[in-house]
């Protein structure tokens, strides 16, 4: 089973309304791992003065009226989900793919790195990619993550999207995290396979620089990365 955790590889194509033009938009589909769509799903703008929305039947959403060109925290919530908050800057306008990943499906993910989830703790995860745009890509293999401060269960994904305990750095599946942190601040630092990294959802950074990334009580924090 191939488990999608990002923008990247996701099918879907949004047919809801188009953006209305005054500010920034994140527009898309959020998606189960099989590719249909999710209804019911709350999307909220973190520390952003803008209502929340609800994903359609289809999975459709369109949050609008954003600032321009920051560096936001965008959260997807549903009962019976992983709540998830993806880091993001507006100046991107691709669509959103987003796949929400159901608790049976992390809960498998934990067993399979050996761990549980802990109450009150939180989850860093990141998918690594290369290519010349945003509609052809690689996943990159050899890839391994630091944190500071260290803690947390680090894991990384083999070929099928379930963490393997073996593995050191990236798989080919290009994924990986940190089980079970204590909610705060951290920085992430990738390396390896000759190549830096930066993140894809923000212009202000070097490649290699390290990642800042808050972690929330019980919900997974995301970010995609870009690795030349």
């Known amino acids: 089973m191939f488990i999608c955790l990002a923008i990247l590889g996701c099918k879907g194509v949004y047919d809801g309304p188009p953006p209305s033009g005054d500010g920034a938009a994140i527009y898309g589909r959020v998606l189960g791992i099989l590719g249909s769509g999710i209804n019911e799903v709350q999307i909220c703008a973190k520390e952003v003065d803008v209502p929340c929305v609800t994903t359609e039947k289809d999975g459709d959403f369109l949050l609008d009226h954003l600032p321009e060109d ?32 159901s608790d049976s499906i992390i809960n498998t993910m934990t067993s399979r790195a050996e761990t549980e989830q802990k109450p009150g703790k939180g989850h860093a995860m990141f998918i690594v990619w290369s ?20 803690q947390g269960e680090k894991f990384y994904q083999a070929g099928g999207g379930f963490p393997d305990p073996e ?3 990236t798989s080919n599946s290009g994924g990986g995290g940190v089980f079970n942190l204590e909610p705060g601040d951290y920085e992430l ?40």
């Not at 549903?78 to 691709?94: I, W």
């Not at 996943?139 to 260290?150: L, M, N, Q």
């Not at 894809?200 to 690795?227: A, K, N, R």
Request: aromatic share 12%.
């Open 70 to 101: 920051e560096d936001i925290v965008v959260v997807m919530k549903r009962d019976g989900y992983l709540t998830t908050a993806y880091h993001h800057n507006t100046s991107l306008a691709q669509e959103w793919r987003k796949t929400l990943m």
């Open 131 to 150: 290519g010349p745009d945003y509609d052809e890509f690689d996943r990159v293999e050899g890839i391994s993550v630091t944190i500071r401060p260290s």
């Open 167 to 169: 593995l050191k750095a």
């Open 189 to 228: 630092t990738f390396s390896g396979a000759g190549k830096t990294c930066e993140p894809w959802f923000s212009h202000d950074f070097e490649p290699g620089e390290p990642v800042p990334m808050t972690v929330y009580p019980e919900m997974g924090s995301y970010i995609d990365l870009v690795c030349k």
